[in-house]
């Protein structure tokens, strides 16, 4: 089954910022890529988390789980993946890697459990492996 056309365009359109950072990164463009990559990798692991309740819902309360597995990825880069006096230490990238690694695991999670639209990982595996690539270049350029 294929996603709505609206959802591909937008899909799309949310991997530019990674692309544009990539491409600061890789000296095609001003800026501090690295910069842009983190800040909007945060943004982004939020959104997934708000995706992700928005599938719990669909059990009508019937998945506690669905709903603790939810706000993981938003948790996990608030922690992990930002410098402010309560993060964690550690590398922001990596910790992004990880993050969007876990967000497609949780994917088919819910994907398997009929929360999920049977399209769902049609739509976020290219935009998933996009924003890996992104992030691999800013670990490792």
Known sequence: ???P???ILLTAAGTLPFLIGAAMILGFWPGEGRA??????V????????VLWGFASRSGGGAPWAY?????????????ALRHPWALEGQAIAHLIAGFIGVLVLD??????GLAPRWWLVLRLPASAVVLACLWIARHA
């Open 5 to 7: 056309h609206i959802a």
């Open 1 to 3: 089954m294929r996603p």
């Open 43 to 50: 943004v982004i692991l939020s959104f997934m988390s708000g």
């Open 36 to 41: 842009l990559i983190v800040a909007y990798g």
């Open 108 to 113: 088919a999670v819910y994907l398997a459990k």
């Open 68 to 80: 603790v597995l939810s706000v993981m990825p938003a948790l996990y880069a608030f922690f992990f």
